[in-house]
């Protein structure tokens, strides 16, 4: 028999044995009361088992509102459950349900976070997973030996596909591997999706056609679903290897038929994943999210970076980026995606603390505000992958590297520049 | 011009001015630098404006971790943006990326929540809202008066299609108005939705061509897209009229086409709703939350109820309730859905603070746990609701009314009975 098992953080006024057992019977066959059908049998057979109970710690406050009974006293820790598979059969929807449904709404945890699942091999059978991920991005945009360089449309909005193209002739011209857009810009009557990818396929096909460099472009496909599916016909006829979801908005039922039906590398956007994590006593953990993401088939996912301009711990980037690459059944690897307030002053200790150059690096204001132009924007981001990978500092190759020495000046002093 | 407004509750640790300027930039036009198309013309058009300020209090720790500077002083309040709606047009996982996106993980804010949304005309045009709502449910289950009263098939996961069938019959015999699957059990290997379905409309219709009552069956579909419209199709045939759906977990962009594409009631649940609001200083309310997926087209919602046995205070579901009885769009009524520990005891609180009877009733223990059996648990609800109405004490009307007397007994005494 297969299971499916869930870590969860947990803070509860009772005991974590108390706690352990409400989440079990809630999320499998508990009834309050005995129903006539709910036989021993069929409760050794379908309800969660108990696999772990962790205590680290007391406390003397609740987390979050609503527990009960009122106490001085909370106990927290981690505790494990095991759900038969045959509870939801592979099903990613009831999954979720199962594993990040009601429980949220306990009273009897004051606080609780799904930290880690595990998922059987049957999920493998029925969700196959990235369909190009790292190897099939680094095919397309035929780089191997560095992270791929990338960078964002902006203004966010406002632009016309004929302003977007003329930003995306500059960039590529320059040098970019990668260009996407904006999560706030699809398919707005100023910059329809159909007319911006003829204007920026245009561009990248006759950059290709004259240099042999294919760029990739990542065209923000989010919509109803036949608007999505029409989308992407369109952007198979441009030429388009690629389009971008907003994964949480979409949604998994959406996304998992797209995964299905599209030919495109599908770039993953975690946009409202914040409400889901920074209550630290509420929601999930990256661990759990990624996995999720990567069975249902997301070739890239948005982990933040190093240094970053948001709430995110440098520690927490780490994780994120450590956790996509440990394989999922064996592989479903999937390419994190590094942005939020990057120049390439980051590369040293995310080449350090992550032993990886299996990343697409984005920077925006790290690319069009260096002081010699974009294109010595992005040689000096790849230069600055180049000292860290080979263990030079970024000072010392700034030596002999101007645009990187520019960089650093310019960029260097803010230490928080974008 | 037309502007999606968006009220957020706010915590910073720099000025409210400041942190609604950074709400407002990073979700609209934004760039940290200025960039070569960023006109003023732009910035005039697409840039969300802030249209309210209003400050409540000032404390002195964050909410949220990972905020900037770290201060001494956090003013908290309310901020309403305006957005153009130019810059998403009417594409719903493209507003929720605007109006729910990064800005959760702005360091800015220490607290963040989305409070309330009003939406453009324009909306209305391209989603239609419920098919069903309200009316169309009380049309097919023939009932005017009163609430509906259903129940919740339990054990949630376990029992096989004609086991399922059983515990169906029994209700219907019973006189119940409604009956779901539990959002765990959707097409589990030991209860195929294709198997169950032909079970439990075989009672359902056999009853109805013998009493002329039709009995509303959600089944919970949930599931790969491509699964969910083959199970419509074989719910059509089987003669029901409702289906059920994990709406986090479905997603929206699948939820949409299944709107537009299912000819059935769409009851909608909630689970993991927890994770989005449970932390007072994140997420969103359920305010915003409602207008979201009634505009998508629920017909049913769940809003949780009155002395539930989760973490939810009262005032928190009498404002849910509030909340969905009032229009959208002029209309757009979905029906709200109480559950979680009722038996009826609720009734008269219920009733006093929503002045209400279009609701869907649910009720467990309350029904199965009736010492009198599922008919007396019924009408010990129906009874309760009567009173209610009327303005009559449940002790009052117990007296000539024995099975709500016997409810009163046995769910009295603990008063959070099931």
Same mark, same amino acid.
């Given at each position: 028999?297969?299971?499916?098992?869930?870590?969860?953080?947990?803070?509860?006024?009772?005991?974590?044995?108390?706690?352990?057992?409400?989440?079990?019977?809630?999320?499998?066959?508990?009834?309050?009361?005995?129903?006539?059908?709910?036989?021993?049998?069929?409760?050794?057979?379908?309800?969660?088992?108990?696999?772990?109970?962790?205590?680290?710690?007391?406390?003397?406050?609740?987390?979050?509102?609503?527990?009960?009974?009122?106490?001085?006293?909370?106990?927290?820790?981690?505790?494990?459950?095991?759900?038969?598979?045959?509870?939801?059969?592979?099903?990613?929807?009831?999954?979720?349900?199962?594993?990040?449904? +009601?429980? @949220?709404?306990?009273?009897?945890?004051?606080?609780?976070?799904?930290?880690?699942?595990?998922?059987?091999?049957?999920?493998?059978?029925?969700?196959?997973?990235?369909? @190009?991920?790292?190897?099939?991005? !680094?095919?397309?945009?035929?780089?191997?030996?560095?992270?791929?360089?990338?960078?964002?449309?902006?203004? $966010?909005?406002?632009?016309?596909?004929?302003?977007?193209?003329?930003?995306?002739?500059?960039?590529?011209?320059?040098?970019?591997?990668?260009?996407?857009?904006?999560?706030?810009?699809?398919?707005?009557?100023?910059?329809?999706?159909?007319?911006?990818?003829?204007?920026?396929?245009?561009?990248?096909?006759?950059?290709?056609?004259?240099?042999?460099?294919?760029?990739?472009?990542?065209?923000?496909?989010?919509?109803?679903?036949?608007?999505?599916?029409?989308?992407?016909?369109?952007?198979?006829?441009?030429?388009?290897?690629?389009?971008?979801? $907003?994964?949480?908005?979409?949604?998994?039922?959406?996304?998992?038929?797209?995964?299905?039906?599209?030919?495109?590398?599908?770039?993953?956007?975690?946009?409202?994943?914040?409400?889901?994590?920074?209550?630290?006593?509420?929601?999930?953990? @990256?661990?759990?999210?990624?996995?999720?993401?990567?069975?249902?088939?997301?070739?890239?996912?948005?982990? +933040?970076?190093?240094? +970053?301009?948001?709430?995110?711990?440098?520690?927490?980037?780490?994780?994120?980026?450590?956790?996509?690459?440990?394989?999922?059944?064996?592989?479903?690897?999937?390419?994190?995606?590094? $942005?939020?307030?990057?120049?390439?002053?980051?590369?040293?200790?995310?080449? &350090?603390?992550? &032993?990886?150059?299996?990343?697409?690096?984005?920077?925006?204001?790290?690319?069009?505000?260096?002081?010699?132009?974009?294109?010595?924007?992005?040689?000096?981001?790849?230069?600055?992958?180049?000292?860290?990978?080979?263990?030079?500092?970024?000072?010392?190759?700034?030596?002999?590297?101007?645009?990187?020495?520019?960089?650093?000046?310019?960029?260097?002093?803010?230490? !928080?520049? !974008?």
């Amino acid at each position: 028999m297969s299971f499916v098992r869930a870590t969860y953080y947990v803070e509860t006024p009772l005991t974590l044995e108390a706690a352990a057992e409400a989440l079990a019977s809630e999320q499998s066959t508990g009834t309050f009361i005995a129903v006539p059908l709910e036989t021993a049998e069929l409760k050794a057979r379908y309800r969660a088992r108990i696999e772990r109970i962790e205590l680290i710690e007391t406390r003397s406050r609740p987390t979050l509102p609503g527990s009960r009974p009122a106490s001085g006293s909370y106990q927290c820790g981690f505790v494990e459950l095991a759900f038969p598979l045959e509870n939801m059969g592979c099903n990613l929807p009831t999954l979720m349900a199962t594993l990040a449904g +009601n429980l @949220f709404e306990l009273s009897e945890l004051s606080a609780i976070r799904l930290v880690d699942l595990d998922l059987p091999d049957e999920f493998a059978q029925a969700y196959t997973g990235p369909r @190009f991920g790292i190897q099939g991005t !680094r095919d397309i945009a035929q780089v191997y030996d560095r992270p791929l360089i990338g960078t964002i449309i902006k203004p $966010s909005v406002g632009l016309s596909p004929e302003q977007t193209a003329v930003v995306v002739r500059e960039l590529v011209e320059a040098g970019i591997d990668f260009i996407k857009d904006d999560e706030l810009m699809a398919n707005p009557p100023h910059n329809p999706l159909p007319a911006r990818a003829r204007a920026v396929m245009r561009v990248i096909r006759d950059y290709a056609d004259r240099t042999g460099k294919y760029v990739i472009y990542a065209f923000n496909i989010s919509d109803r679903l036949e608007d999505m599916i029409r989308h992407i016909e369109i952007l198979v006829e441009e030429g388009a290897r690629c389009c971008m979801v $907003s994964l949480n908005w979409v949604g998994i039922a959406a996304f998992d038929y797209l995964r299905r039906n599209c030919p495109l590398i599908i770039h993953g956007h975690r946009n409202g994943w914040g409400m889901m994590t920074r209550a630290p006593g509420l929601g999930m953990d @990256f661990r759990a999210y990624q996995k999720i993401w990567r069975l249902a088939g997301v070739d890239h996912l948005h982990v +933040n970076g190093l240094a +970053n301009k948001f709430w995110e711990p440098d520690d927490s980037v780490v994780r994120s980026i450590h956790d996509m690459l440990q394989p999922l059944f064996g592989g479903y690897f999937a390419m994190p995606v590094i $942005s939020s307030g990057q120049w390439g002053g980051q590369a040293p200790d995310t080449y &350090r603390r992550c &032993r990886t150059i299996d990343l697409l690096y984005l920077a925006g204001g790290g690319i069009f505000a260096h002081p010699h132009g974009v294109a010595a924007g992005i040689r000096a981001i790849r230069e600055a992958w180049e000292a860290a990978v080979a263990g030079i500092s970024l000072a010392e190759y700034a030596q002999t590297h101007p645009d990187l020495a520019a960089a650093l000046h310019h960029f260097g002093t803010a230490r !928080r520049g !974008r």
